[in-house]
């Protein structure tokens, strides 16, 4: 009776939220629905990356071989190199584009006239609705051979600099791409935590004596402590993947040292050689790893009295 009696208080409970919150719900549905048909339902391929799978046999008659794609992929002399390349430039991004993100979102709330701090933002957010396509167009056009800069680079020097074909200079020109394409849409976040910091924080620091650049570091950072922990980790999480469309177009046989990431290898092996399962099962390492990196950060962020993700 007792179970009885809460079987029914959940339904009549549900079905009174249900109706409470229908258009909550309604407006959910379209992201849930993306996410179980494009996220969940793939995960089944998963199961890929156990099998030799052949399109001619298809899931239910591809033979099952175990983990022995991962025992190539692990044994594979590119494996520490691609893990090598992947590990730098996610780092260089991390050192350089995160601080770089919370700077701007700093300085762009400091502008005291509201007419030239939406004239700013406007502009550092216009690169980010630019495709890759273009942003490596432009950077063709200004770092290629016969660009803008070893124009001038070769009246000065007599010679060019082979910024786009040199292994020493792709991470600097990609974490830069980065920084000028995306660091602007990257501050939304950081200013909408600025805008939630108490103003009479302000104002009892002014009335201490406190100069503007004393009340950054000593209101407005720890005032978006959290949610800088909170970006942190989730950037960590991610930080074994790399952005394949701006790897893939400033990649080629002169730089393929430093810029052949898991990515770049997943898509090369898996699709343009067919080798389904292998691309597979290499995929699935990269995100078991960033799996493990946001469970691990979260635990520290929370151990450091931080409030984590989960």
Known sequence: ??????????????????????????????????????????????????????????????????????????????????????????????????????????????????????????VVYLPHFLSWVVVVAITLIFFGPSGVINHYVGEAIGKGIGFMTSNEWFRPLAVLQGIWKEAGWGTVIFLAAIAGVNPDLYEAAKMDGAGRWQRIWHVTLPGIKSTIIILLVLRIGSIMDSNFMQVFLMSNQLNQDVSDVFDLYVYRVGLTQSQFSYGIAAGLFNSVIGLIMVIVSNYLAKKAGEDGVF
Do not use: C
Not at 32 to 44: A, D
């Open 1 to 122: 009776m007792k179970a009885q009696y809460s079987g029914a208080t959940e339904k009549s409970y549900f079905k009174k939220n249900a109706k409470k919150y229908l258009w909550f719900y309604l407006l959910a549905a379209p992201g849930m629905i993306y996410f179980i048909v494009f996220k969940y339902f793939p995960m089944w391929g998963i199961l890929l990356s156990f099998q030799d799978y052949s399109p001619f046999l298809g899931f239910w008659r591809s033979p099952w071989v175990g983990f022995k794609h991962f025992q190539e992929f692990f044994t594979n002399e590119a494996f520490l190199l691609l893990l090598k390349n992947t590990l730098m430039l996610s780092l260089y991004n991390l050192a350089f584009y995160f601080p770089f993100v919370i700077f701007l979102a700093i300085m762009l709330s400091e502008l005291r006239s509201v007419l030239m701090r939406k004239i700013v933002q406007t």
